[in-house]
């Protein structure tokens, strides 16, 4: 199955709830069964919220039809980009264990923040499966290097007990799919270590020069 038909048919699953929730509140003010004001106003307010999910599907779904953006171009400070992801993983709740100074730069295609927030974006969905999340933000040489699960995430995943990333199966809808792709297209690798519920990532570093 192509990337395209995968998008389609995510797309059709997802728009399906808030398309029937958006005609069944539209459909109780049009045919006034709704009498008080304050009915009325949670029916438009959970419209509203219905649409603008509709309007994410769509979003992301056109990042998937988009011509397939070439190899990176442009530098972004490696130090900016770990900031930025730690500045997005602790909006989300998890916990970040150290923020070391990275020197160097990243080759990117995109925008810092869009890049960050698709890597917070894969990172988080470890949140729910394990208790205490906690992200590290490694600076070694050649790479930046994020991790994200249990507290002995780092040694499982150094052991080489490495398995494939599914995006597709990670999590339901096109959000996951989407960061991966950006990740992927600035030259990362993601994967996950153990029982799954430990998820790396890591950029290539530029060997010289400065953002």
Known sequence: ???????????????????????????LIRND??????????ALASTQDALARISRLCQEAS?????TPGPPAGRA???????????ALAERG???????????????????ERAADAIATLLAIRAGKTAGPVATV???????????GPADADRTLLSGAEQP????????????????????????????????????LSLPRMESGHA
Do not use: N, Q
């Open 1 to 27: 199955m192509t990337d395209a038909e995968r998008v389609l048919s995510v797309l059709i699953h997802d728009l399906r709830t808030p398309l029937g929730v958006a005609h069944g509140y539209l459909r």
């Open 94 to 112: 998890i916990t970040v264990d150290g923020e070391p100074a990275v020197s160097g730069a990243i080759a990117v295609g995109t925008s810092v």
């Open 165 to 200: 990333f599914d995006p597709w199966r990670a999590a339901p809808g096109l959000s996951v799919a989407l960061a991966h792709r950006v990740v992927v297209a600035l030259g990362g690798r993601v994967w996950t270590a153990g029982d799954g519920l430990a998820l790396a």
């Open 33 to 42: 069964k709704l009498p008080s004001a304050d009915e009325r106003d949670k």
């Open 138 to 148: 490694h600076g070694t040489p050649g790479e930046l290097r994020f991790t994200c």
């Open 77 to 87: 400070s490696a130090s900016d980009l770990a900031g930025r992801v730690a500045t």
């Open 63 to 67: 990042g998937f039809l988009e011509e």
